[in-house]
């Protein structure tokens, strides 16, 4: 069994571009969700995706968007980078929408 | 508004003694809570989990109490290992009606060092 895998490791962007981070949820989890950690602070959840639709969202602008497929792997999209973005993104997989939740290593993102 | 708070950002302890990390939560309405143990360029791994309808949940060394009057969890360690160390993060979700969703809303994180 494996488990949640998140690509890429490390990614550097500057102020105004865009970028793809990507999820493989843990086998058999049909539900993923996506986290931002800041440096110093626990992750603040950005939203969920359960069966391709999204099923929850935190406080986080319209430029974060996201799509999950029909293997259940996920993507995160963030527009327009500013430098705020900057952070530790985290993927989370469960059986289902309200289940424990297991994390990836994540993506850190700097912006410059 | 912090809903989650871990109001001791570290916590140092001898090898074989017991650690204690607290969380407070402001939402009543939270039904499920988890503890998640992060080691540096790792995600949070699942530690321990305890939903409201209970007091007391016990995996091995680690135990999750729940004081839901006082809206406040903690979670023990006994015996404390120099393997322990890492930061400690307690989340908290609700199920809203029945169209439940596991948004987890987390603390800020408690650093524990054991020392041996």
């Known amino acids: 069994e494996t488990g949640v895998t998140q690509s890429p490791t490390h990614l550097i962007k500057t102020r105004g571009q865009q970028v793809t981070l990507r999820c493989s949820s843990q086998s058999g989890h049909n539900t993923v969700s996506w986290y931002q950690q800041a440096l110093g602070q626990g992750p603040q959840f950005i939203f969920q995706y359960y069966r391709e639709e999204e099923n929850g969202r935190g406080n986080f602008p319209p430029r974060f968007s996201g799509l999950q497929f029909p293997n259940y792997s996920s993507e995160l999209n963030v527009n327009a980078l500013e430098l705020d973005d900057s952070a530790l993104y985290l993927c989370?997989?469960?059986?289902?929408?309200?289940?424990?939740?297991?994390f990836g290593p994540g993506t850190r993102l700097t912006v410059l | 508004d912090q809903q989650v708070k871990q109001n001791s950002p570290s916590l140092s302890v001898q090898e074989g003694r017991i650690s204690i990390l607290n969380c407070d939560y402001t939402n009543s309405m939270f039904d499920y809570f988890l503890w998640y143990k992060k080691y540096p360029a790792e995600g949070p791994t699942f530690l321990i989990s305890?939903?409201?309808?209970?007091d007391k949940n016990e995996d091995g060394r680690f135990t999750v109490f729940l004081n839901k009057s006082a809206k406040h969890l903690s979670l023990h360690i006994v015996p404390s290992q120099p393997g322990d160390s890492a930061v400690y993060f307690c989340a908290a979700s609700l199920n809203a009606g029945g169209t439940s969703y596991g948004k987890l809303t987390f603390g800020q994180g408690t650093i524990l060092t054991v020392h041996p």
């Open positions: 305890i939903s409201s309808i209970k």
């Open positions: 989370a997989s469960s059986l289902v929408s309200a289940d424990t939740q297991y």
